[in-house]
């Protein structure tokens, strides 16, 4: 269990640096830009440079079946195990845009490449914005050509690149942490699942100067993942251009072991995760659900994601009602194996719901505060699992709806 | 697919007439009385009386695994096929109870037994409001006795019953349709799904004076079911009560074929459906999700309901918002079987989004009314399914929040 060190569950047990992200850890380069891809005129294109000695890399992607030209590219790019660059931008997301958005893709990574003295599959694109829009491609090239001439390494630079990458983002969201024996991860977030409306998509970056090859980078990963970004789930949406990229550039020249690597790259991680937590739109309560007593951790997931989506439950808590029953009613719909005469709910450490009935009263929960925790224990196994998600505020109805395309 | 004939995707082809329910079949009495289970002092229970010479009856129960007492009582009575009558009361669930809501559940069908000389085991009881709560068992034994004592035929004593079950519904909701050979059916409805907050459930009462036996009533309502009350999908809530029954008295003396039945019986509860739609809680549209060209009438259902239940679909069609992204999105998170590159959204007319890349601009749809149909085409099959929603309004989240128990 050393993964769950970190993780959303545990909440982080190294000590995180949110002043730092990808330029921290020995080898990175990084730029932000304002391109003009946002009529804004807020800088929109960002770039992430491995300076080597290695070029491992590994990633994970949307499952959703509607993929961006982006996802596609990146998804094959990195079956190699290698990158030497990302490029980011935001201000269009390139999705659902057919073949001629695929190779606008295609044509942003030669352009990276070629600046970079690299080959087109060396290099990831991440894109960000509205669904269904061109992106104004003499723009996004120009503006690769001023990111390679910022191209910098130290806090600015990465600072440059997190604020680059946002959207309805309320601020950048970084954070860096280290080895004692000599090495580090930082990165970079922006959004939080399907959050930010049209403006759809997370994008996460992540460095390390550790040794560590692809294949091991790759498990590390998804091992981090599995506990962080999975576990956030806000409005049960997952975007057309979800992304974490991993890039190690063994600058440190030591080698972790593969739990030290991935306990850090899941602090790191897990620290994010709650950055898109709190900087989540109309959210006023950040809610922790934690499922005990499940059969599998997969029924434990799925129990605290069928909470988190209920939009019964995320309005009365909105309204600081510690409203169990609708909880109960939500814990009802689950696949999970489970027994109504056995379920217990506590909310901010009031049992309110002990084994099939009620136990104390309602108001013995206070939820006047910002943080909510509620725990549902099964008791039918021992697996257990935190999934994090907000309320359904006005706000984000409001910002969700008075959008205008 | 005589059993689509009003279902909600065809509309009723058949004539409702929504000022008689129950009570309009021969061989039927219901009241509707004030019980003092409510504080308001607004009408409470429900008692609706099958006086023959036929007692079939058939029932279909909420999935949810959290059941309420009344559910786990009248899905044991319903098995023998029969039923005298049913009792339903509003300002109560009876959920989340234990033991001792079980036996209130076991005494009220006792007492309603004994004022009509017949066995608890002939009485079905159903409750609707929070959850969590015990029942004031002094005041619904009597309200039975003040219940049975106002039985009667006719449309006031069916317009009654149909008003003492209501909760958060803003009006009584009746259908009543007649065959040409001489017998009908009528029913009403209150709620929908998890509509109502905590006061929870969707209850249904139907009945007929139809000849037919318990087995073919029951396949007759489960057909009808399946393509009438399972295609309203307004927030994902199914809840720990709801509950459909139909009674069969016979008195029309007349045999239908089950085609026959089955048709008239879905248009009525189409009928009912489409008006609980029309009484959702904040709705400001109406919407009709159809998925065309799917592989099997399950995934067609699947896609309806992933888009129904999408926050971000649901806010932006709040805003008269068309913005297909945000279906496409919710689209490719479904496991059905599809294909980005073959996929198309139409709404309100107008195609969006054809095969994979944007058609018509979205200024091309308008949505400034109360109606909204999209229609979805995976182009993987031949199946189709309709799935009715509403929007997600700052109304809904009012009412859903500022609820206080």
Redesign the interface.
């Known amino acids: 269990m050393t993964a769950e060190a970190g993780s959303v569950a545990a909440g982080s047990t190294v000590a995180v640096d949110r002043e730092r992200s990808v330029t921290a850890p020995a080898g990175f380069r990084a730029a932000g830009v304002a391109a003009g891809i946002k009529v804004s005129g807020a800088a929109d294109l960002a770039l992430v440079v491995n300076d080597g000695p290695r070029d491992d890399a590994a990633g994970v992607f949307t499952?959703?079946?509607?993929?961006a030209a982006p996802v596609l590219w990146s998804q094959q790019v990195i079956k190699q195990r290698r990158l030497k660059a990302v490029v980011l931008n935001s201000g269009g997301a390139n999705?659902?845009?057919?073949p001629?958005?695929f190779q606008d893709t295609h044509t942003t990574a030669e352009k990276v490449a070629e600046v970079l003295g690299a080959g087109a599959v060396d290099i990831a694109v991440c894109s960000t914005g509205?669904?269904?829009?061109r992106l104004p491609m003499d723009r996004v090239l120009s503006g690769v050509d001023t990111a390679a001439a910022a191209l910098a390494g130290g806090q600015r630079a990465g600072l440059d690149a997190a604020t680059a990458v946002l959207t309805t983002d309320s601020r950048p969201k970084q954070a860096w942490a280290a080895h004692p024996t000599g090495w580090s991860v930082g990165g970079f977030v922006k959004g939080a699942g399907?959050l930010a409306?049209?403006l759809?998509t997370m994008l996460c970056v992540l460095t390390t100067d550790a040794v560590i090859d692809g294949d091991q980078l790759d498990a590390a990963l998804r091992a981090a993942t599995t506990v962080t970004f999975d576990r956030l789930d806000v409005?049960?949406?997952?975007?057309?251009n979800d992304t974490v990229l991993v890039l190690s550039s063994g600058a440190s020249g030591v080698t972790p072991s593969r739990e030290e690597f991935t306990a850090l790259l899941t602090a790191v991680s897990g620290d994010l995760v709650r950055q898109l937590q709190g900087d989540a739109e109309g959210v006023t309560k950040e809610i922790a659900i934690t499922v005990r007593g499940a059969a599998t951790e997969a029924d434990a997931v799925e129990v605290g994601r069928i909470v988190a989506?209920?939009?019964?439950v995320k309005?009365?808590l909105?309204?600081s009602?510690p409203?169990?029953?609708?909880i109960?009613?939500?814990?009802?719909?689950?696949k999970a194996k489970?027994?109504?005469e056995l379920?217990s709910i506590q909310i901010n450490g009031a049992l309110l719901?002990d084994r099939?009935?009620?136990a104390q009263d309602?108001s013995a929960a206070d939820l006047s505060g910002r943080d909510i925790d509620i725990v549902i224990d099964l008791r039918v196994g021992d697996a257990e699992a935190t999934i994090l998600t907000t309320d359904?505020?006005?706000a984000?109805?409001?910002e969700?709806?008075?959008?205008?395309?």
């Open positions: 499952t959703n079946k509607v993929k999705a659902c845009t057919g001629e958005g509205l669904i269904g829009e399907m409306p049209n759809a409005d049960g949406g997952t975007s057309t989506e209920d939009n019964l309005t009365a909105f309204g009602d409203n169990w029953g609708r109960a009613m939500a814990i009802g719909r689950a489970l027994d109504a379920l719901f099939g009935t009620r309602r359904l505020s006005h984000y109805v409001e969700n709806s008075a959008y205008s395309s």
